[in-house]
């Protein structure tokens, strides 16, 4: 059993209650002064560090549980202390504070001027599986390109990092991947002043072409009928359904969006990245994450419904006419290409979908 023995008037149940409003008023009026009390536990001389207030002695709750053998933890959030006589004392890791990184902030001028090498407003990479980063998809081009994301168009000042210029196609290629009814590209601010130093600098927009308006406009029936129904799986299927009216597959063809989301009387031919990038597209106007993903030779999508990532070939399932691979969990003999940054957009449109 553990237990105290205390000599002398030794009041340690008050420190529990200290935070309340009539012991703050109380303390008001009391003087503190070292205690010179002796302490034991079970019989042994301890040595705590220790103030006598109005008759009183008090000890931190924290080095009793370290004496006597019991849990004491505290809760930031809630500014309270917790006790568990069932637990172990564990020390407390005292956590360092962050150092504040400097906010690039347009000058009174207008002027845009920066002095580190990244800064987004939050670090979402925390909330992303850490495996995905790799080479240059670390957290600070995640940071970068979530924090587009989550802003949409507002980018003053812009999340940003920096991007080498042997890898700027890389990063290239991957943002483009995330295309749908918005158009993600490198941006650098007209008014940033010290480019000079930060070639390297690297932010992303996001924005709707001009030429996208008519065909957002002339799929709206399309979302609206698909919005009635129930499930996600549901609507992935009406989407897949529809674009198939659309489009006849044909090696060699390509149609753009404002062809294929338009008023025509036959179906238009198209290969499979065309298929893919109109079905990215109907799912950005549906609010549905979607990524294109690819092999040498073949390009399809993959949506994120009912807590998983799901393989959808439009193109495949017209040629066939059947659902051939339509919310399939995987895709036989169709090694993506691109794995690792498949897996990173996943992070980027989702976080934490592929822990």
């Known amino acids: 059993m553990k237990r105290f023995q205390f000599l002398t008037g030794f009041l340690c149940g008050a420190l529990l209650f200290a935070g309340l409003t009539s012991m703050a008023s109380a303390a008001a009026s009391l003087t503190a002064i070292p205690s010179r009390q002796t302490f034991y536990v079970n019989g042994q001389?301890?040595?705590?560090?220790?103030?006598?207030?109005?008759?009183?002695?008090?000890?931190?709750?924290?080095?009793i549980g370290k004496a006597v053998d019991f849990g004491v933890t505290y809760d930031g959030a809630t500014n309270s202390v917790h006790i568990d006589p069932n637990a172990h004392y564990q020390e407390e890791t005292p956590q360092p504070t962050p150092t504040p990184t400097p906010t690039p902030t347009p000058a009174p001028s207008g002027k845009y001027t920066i002095n580190v090498d990244h800064w987004s407003r939050e670090d979402f990479s925390q909330q992303?599986?850490?495996?995905?980063?790799?080479?240059?998809?670390?957290?600070?081009?995640?940071?970068?390109?979530?924090?587009?994301?989550?802003?949409?168009?507002?980018?003053?000042?812009?999340?940003?990092?920096?991007?080498?210029?042997?890898?700027?196609?890389?990063?290239?290629?991957?943002?483009?991947?995330?295309?749908?009814?918005?158009?993600?590209?490198?941006?650098?601010?007209?008014?940033?002043?010290?480019?000079?130093?930060?070639?390297?600098?690297?932010?992303?927009?996001?924005?709707?072409p001009e030429q996208y308006e008519a065909p957002l406009s002339?799929?709206?029936?399309?979302?609206?009928?698909?919005?009635?129904?129930?499930?996600?799986?549901?609507?992935?299927?009406?989407?897949?359904?529809?674009?198939?009216?659309?489009?006849?597959?044909?090696?060699?063809?390509?149609?753009?969006?404002?062809?294929?989301?338009?008023?025509?009387?036959?179906?238009?031919?198209?290969?499979?990245?065309?298929?893919?990038?109109a079905f990215s597209f109907l799912c950005g106007a549906a609010d549905i994450p979607c990524v294109t993903?690819?092999?040498?030779?073949?390009?399809?999508?993959?949506?994120?419904?009912?807590?998983?990532?799901?393989?959808?070939?439009?193109?495949?399932?017209?040629?066939?006419?059947?659902?051939?691979?339509?919310?399939?969990?995987?895709?036989?003999?169709?090694?993506?290409?691109?794995?690792a940054a498949t897996a990173f957009i996943k992070e980027l449109l989702v976080p934490g979908s592929t822990k």
């Open 128 to 208: 992303a599986n850490p495996a995905v980063f790799t080479g240059v998809y670390d957290r600070n081009l995640y940071n970068t390109i979530r924090q587009t994301l989550v802003d949409g168009d507002a980018i003053d000042p812009p999340a940003y990092t920096m991007v080498a210029k042997g890898d700027y196609g890389t990063v290239k290629t991957l943002i483009e991947r995330l295309d749908n009814i918005k158009w993600f590209e490198h941006y650098v601010p007209d008014n940033f002043t010290n480019y000079w130093q930060y070639l390297d600098y690297y932010a992303v927009s996001s924005k709707m």
């Open 45 to 63: 001389k301890v040595e705590f560090e220790a103030y006598s207030i109005h008759g009183n002695n008090f000890v931190k709750v924290r080095d």
């Open 218 to 277: 002339y799929i709206q029936p399309t979302i609206a009928t698909m919005n009635q129904l129930h499930s996600e799986k549901e609507k992935v299927v009406y989407l897949d359904s529809y674009l198939r009216t659309l489009l006849t597959y044909k090696v060699g063809s390509h149609a753009g969006i404002t062809q294929i989301f338009s008023d025509h009387n036959v179906e238009l031919p198209a290969t499979c990245s065309t298929y893919a990038a």
């Open 293 to 339: 993903i690819s092999t040498s030779d073949h390009t399809w999508n993959l949506v994120y419904v009912d807590s998983q990532w799901l393989h959808v070939d439009v193109s495949a399932n017209d040629h066939y006419n059947r659902a051939y691979i339509l919310m399939a969990e995987s895709y036989p003999n169709h090694p993506d290409q691109a794995p």
